[in-house]
C-alpha cells in the first residue's frame, strides 16, 4: 500500500510539474528542481541583468550625446552665417547704416548661441557640466555650470563622459560670446578695421565648436558600440538561461502526455488492487 501511494504520488507530483511546463516552458522554478544548476544559472542572470543595466546606461548617454550634437550642429551654421556677415560688411561699399543692421543679425547671432548653450533634456541643462539642474550660461554669456565629469558606466572595463563642460565648449581656445559680442560693437561704430580685425577669430569660435562636436561624436560611436554589444550579450546570456532553465515546447508537450498516460495506468492498477482510492491520496 505504502509503495503504491508513494508511485502514484510521485507521478502525481511529476504531472503537475509537466502541466505547468507545458503551460510557461520553465523546467526550473525553485532551487529544489536542479540544486546542482543554481551556481550557474544565478551567475548568468547576475551576467543578463549586468548587460541589461549597460544597454539602459548607453542608451541615456546617446540620448544626451545627440542632443549636444544637434545643438552644435546649429551653432556651427550661426556662426557660418555670423562669418558671412562680417565678410559682407567688411568692404568699404557698405553705409554706416548698412553696419548698423549687420550689428543686429550678429547680435541675434549671439542671442541664438547663447539660447543654445542653454539646450535641456528633461530638466537637464546639457552644457552646464555637473550642476546640470540650473542654466549653463546667464543673460550675460556667463558660465554657471562646473567642469566636472558624470560618467556612464556602459561596459564591466568602460566609462562614457555623460556631461558637457558648456565653458571649455563655448568659451575654451575662444570665447563665442565675446567674439561676437566685439563683432556687434565694431560693425554698429562702423569701424571698418574693427569688423575685419573679427573675422579670424569668429572663424577661431567656429573651428573650436568643431572641435567640440568631433568629440561628441567620439564619444557618440562609443555608446553606440557599448549598446550594440551589452545588446548581443544579453541575449547570448539569456540564451544560455534559457538552456538551462526551460523545456522545449514539444519536449514539454510529450512529457505531459506521457506522464498523464502513466497516472492513469497507475490509477488503473490502483483502483483493481482496491488499495486506495484517489480520493485518499488527495
Known amino acids: 500500500t505504502t509503495l503504491t501511494n508513494e508511485r502514484l504520488g510521485g507521478i502525481r507530483s511529476a504531472l503537475a510539474k509537466a502541466e505547468a511546463s507545458a503551460m510557461d516552458g520553465l523546467e526550473v522554478r525553485k532551487p529544489s528542481d536542479a540544486p546542482a544548476l543554481l551556481p550557474a544559472i544565478h551567475r548568468i542572470q547576475g551576467a ?7 544597454k539602459q546606461n548607453s542608451d541615456r548617454t546617446l540620448s544626451y550625446l545627440d542632443v549636444a550634437d544637434q545643438v552644435l550642429g546649429d551653432v ?3 556662426l557660418k552665417f555670423a562669418i558671412e556677415r562680417v565678410v559682407q560688411f567688411s568692404s568699404e561699399t557698405h553705409s554706416p547704416e548698412e553696419r548698423v543692421l ?5 547680435q541675434s547671432v549671439w542671442d541664438t548661441v547663447l539660447s543654445l548653450s542653454n539646450t535641456r533634456v528633461g530638466d537637464r541643462y546639457v552644457f552646464a557640466g555637473a550642476e546640470w ?3 549653463a550660461f546667464d543673460p550675460t554669456g556667463t558660465y554657471q555650470g562646473d567642469s566636472l565629469t558624470v560618467k556612464a558606466r556602459v561596459s564591466a572595463s568602460t566609462d562614457i563622459d555623460l556631461t558637457q563642460d558648456g565653458g571649455a565648449v563655448f568659451q575654451g581656445s575662444v570665447d563665442v560670446f565675446q567674439v561676437l559680442k566685439d563683432a556687434v560693437t565694431a560693425l554698429s561704430a562702423n569701424d571698418v578695421a574693427a569688423t ?3 573675422l579670424p577669430v569668429v572663424r577661431d569660435a567656429l573651428d573650436a565648436i568643431i572641435r567640440s562636436r568631433a ?3 567620439f564619444r557618440q ?3 553606440l558600440d557599448a549598446a550594440s554589444v551589452a545588446e548581443r550579450l544579453h541575449d547570448e546570456f539569456a540564451g544560455q538561461l534559457a538552456d538551462l532553465t526551460e523545456v522545449p515546447m514539444d519536449q514539454a508537450i510529450s512529457n505531459l502526455v506521457n506522464l498523464r498516460g502513466n497516472y492513469d495506468a497507475a490509477l488503473q492498477i490502483t483502483a483493481k488492487s482496491g488499495i486506495s482510492t484517489l480520493f485518499d491520496l488527495l
Open 76 to 78: 556651427s551654421d550661426v
Open 133 to 135: 539642474d540650473a542654466p
Open 102 to 106: 549687420g550689428a543686429i543679425e550678429i
Open 196 to 198: 575685419r580685425a573679427t
Open 221 to 223: 560611436r562609443s555608446a
Open 48 to 54: 543578463v541583468e549586468d548587460q541589461s543595466a549597460y
Open 215 to 217: 568629440d561628441i561624436g
